[in-house]
């Protein structure tokens, strides 16, 4: 079992749809969680970082349940420009090592 | 300011050849992580340097892999006798962080490796 599970998609939904994304981890002792961006044949680049408490950025919106060990993203209002694959990130610092999920790919349709 | 760079972007080789793939990480930080990606895949795990020290080499994938990181800055990451199945992109990342793990990564653009 990958310890950074993500469903591959992908997802197509229309402009101005709402879309969400769930990510499971099995390491209990993950404590920073993350969602990369990645374009196509570009290198990854950071959406936002999970709070404990949940946050939002714009559109976006992450939240933690570390009850049932997964997160999400929620992103409202799609764009054609939010069209990319979202990696979802665990780590646990004191093993000093980040696992990336192998990523969502959304495809938003005009 | 400038961000991460990595050389070559782009290298075929034959099969059996060694590799030097080099990475440049932002100035001032400490924490460098070298990742590959296979197409369509995920990142794994490569290798993780705390200054010029490596406290986590446990992703990489044979003897055939090492790294090293010199002045706490620029990292080298070399493959012996190329297989096939390295095929892959080779992302580099660094962070501020001196704890791993904890901080944003910022990543280079790559360096796609072919093997023939």
């Known amino acids: 079992r990958k310890e950074v599970e993500q469903d591959p998609g992908p997802f197509n939904v229309p402009e101005g749809a709402t879309v969400a994304f769930n990510c499971t981890y099995s390491?209990?002792?993950?404590?920073?969680f993350f969602w990369y961006r990645q374009d196509c044949r570009k290198e990854p680049k950071l959406l936002m970082s999970v709070y404990s408490s949940g946050n939002e950025d714009g559109r976006f919106t992450a939240q933690l349940n570390r009850a049932s060990q997964y997160i999400s993203l929620l992103i409202r209002d799609s764009k054609l420009s939010d069209s990319a694959t979202y990696l979802c990130?665990?780590?646990?610092?004191?093993?000093?090592?980040?696992?990336f999920g192998s990523g969502t790919r959304l495809s938003i349709r005009p | 300011g400038a961000g991460v760079s990595q050389s070559p972007s782009n290298k075929v080789t034959e099969k059996g050849k060694d590799v030097e793939l080099r990475c440049d990480p932002i100035?001032?930080?400490?924490?460098l992580y070298w990742y590959r990606q296979s197409l369509g895949q995920g990142l794994e795990f490569l290798i993780y340097?705390?200054?010029?020290?490596?406290?986590?080499k446990s992703g990489l994938p044979s003897d055939r892999f090492s790294a090293e990181r010199t002045g706490g800055s620029v990292s080298t990451l070399t493959i012996q006798r190329t297989q096939q199945e390295d095929s892959a992109v080779y992302l580099c990342?660094?962070?501020?962080?001196?704890?791993?793990?904890?901080?944003?990564?910022?990543f280079g653009p790559g360096t796609r490796l072919t093997v023939l």
């Open positions: 990342a660094s962070s501020l962080a001196s704890a791993g793990g904890t901080d944003t990564q910022y």
């Open positions: 990130v665990a780590s646990h610092s004191s093993a000093s090592k980040i696992i």
């Open positions: 340097f705390q200054g010029n020290s490596a406290p986590d």
């Open positions: 390491n209990s002792a993950s404590q920073s």
């Open positions: 100035s001032g930080h400490t924490a």
